[in-house]
């Protein structure tokens, strides 16, 4: 019975966090509701997480708000929260799952740069895209990235001219703004034989700690064995895997959005 007490307390604990990261401060009959608790436990709650500067308590309205040492804590983790570290075993997993290869790409200087790769059990000749430039707006991930970039942004990247790399590369600013919004909609963005002829891919968006898009996850192979009518079907599997990326590094969209 004391330990299923003493890890609802730490549970209970968790969740006071949660709320206060959420909602900036609280005070205790807040908290209290919330949880579901009488007031004097969430008082108890308070207290022993202000005791480790965790939660710090205004004297004078005496709501409460996260402590300094949160930022401790984050410091400590902050190096053990790499994307590729983190991406690495989910990505190998999904490509061992759907045999195609799986890339994480991040936007750099109007560019998405991949940087990590896992090959499944029938790509093991593909080429390694890993440190490689790709271009946006006829890649996958190029497109999530683009898709989730501030208008003003935005609007300078659609500027710049576009290569046409095959019949159904895609540079019109106006067509790529509509499918960039529905990548967004959606939850994943697909390039079909854009970038290289007989290539097919689809691309989902990583999310940091506070919520924003850091990186994009995609799937690519060959249109025979991916062929456009399947990304829906590779997409979901995308999706669950760039949510538990998203998770190792922090996100939890219950509090970020």
């Not at 909602?23 to 007031?39: D, F, K, N, P």
Request: charged residues 25%.
């Amino acid at each position: 019975m004391v330990e299923n007490g003493t890890v609802q307390s730490v549970e209970r604990a968790a969740q006071v966090m949660e709320i206060l990261a959420r909602e900036g401060t609280a005070g205790v009959g807040e908290i209290a509701r919330e949880l579901g608790v009488h007031g004097s436990t969430a008082s108890r709650l308070l207290t022993a997480l202000e005791a480790y500067d965790l939660v710090e308590r205004d004297s004078e309205t005496g709501r409460s708000r996260l402590g300094m040492g949160v930022l401790r804590l984050a410091a400590a983790t902050r190096a053990g929260l790499d994307l590729t570290a983190q991406a690495g075993p989910v990505c190998d997993a999904l490509a061992e799952e759907l045999g195609e290869t799986v890339n994480v790409a991040v936007l750099r200087g109007g560019a998405a740069v991949n940087v990590y790769q896992a090959q499944g059990r029938r790509t093991v000749a593909l080429h390694n895209w890993v440190g490689n430039r790709t271009v946006l707006h006829a890649t996958s991930s190029g497109k999530m990235l683009m898709a989730h970039l501030p208008t003003s942004a935005l609007a300078t990247v659609l500027e710049a001219p576009r290569e046409r790399f095959t019949a159904a590369t895609i540079t019109s600013a106006d067509v790529l703004r509509r499918q960039f919004a529905e990548a967004r909609e959606r939850g994943w963005a697909e390039a079909v034989e854009e970038f290289e002829v007989g290539l097919n891919a689809a691309a989902t968006p990583i999310r940091g700690p506070e919520g924003d898009v850091i990186a994009a996850v995609s799937v690519a192979g060959p249109a025979y064995r991916l062929a456009a009518d399947e990304l829906p079907r590779v997409a979901e599997a995308l999706q669950r895997a760039a949510e538990e990326i998203s998770r190792r590094l922090g996100h939890r969209p219950e509090v970020t959005g």
